[in-house]
């Protein structure tokens, strides 16, 4: 399995911007599909964006256009650059590692977005 500490959190305006980045150990990063899911107070966790080892992304209609997510496999790094922030975009934002039955979520880091 592979260990996932996630970074890059804080407090923003809205129509600002945040990098998120997601470090992982433990594995062989490149073969996994890495994604960004996010949970807000009240709500279920849902897909932010995903990107599979060959570098096909996939992106919540809510996000698309807005955010974009990457990996850097010399790094073990997967990021979410996020633009144009909402308040609605408010949420503890997940990393999530998936390969075959292997199943990895890192502890989560706080966005907070300000009207």
């Known amino acids: 399995q592979v260990q996932l500490v996630e970074s890059g959190g804080g407090l923003v305006q809205a129509g600002g911007s945040l990098t998120l980045s997601c470090a992982a150990s433990g594995s062989i990063f490149s073969r996994y599909t890495m994604g960004w899911y996010r949970q807000a107070p009240g709500k279920q966790r849902e897909l932010v964006a995903r990107?599979?080892?060959?570098?096909?992304?996939n992106y919540a209609e809510s996000v698309k256009g807005r955010f974009t997510i990457s990996r850097d496999n010399a790094k073990n790094t997967v990021y979410l650059q996020m633009n144009s922030l909402k308040p609605e975009d408010t949420a503890i934002y997940y990393c999530n590692a998936v390969r075959g039955f292997n199943l990895s979520w890192g502890q989560g880091t706080q966005v907070t977005v300000s009207s």
């Open positions: 990107i599979t080892s060959g570098g096909n992304s």
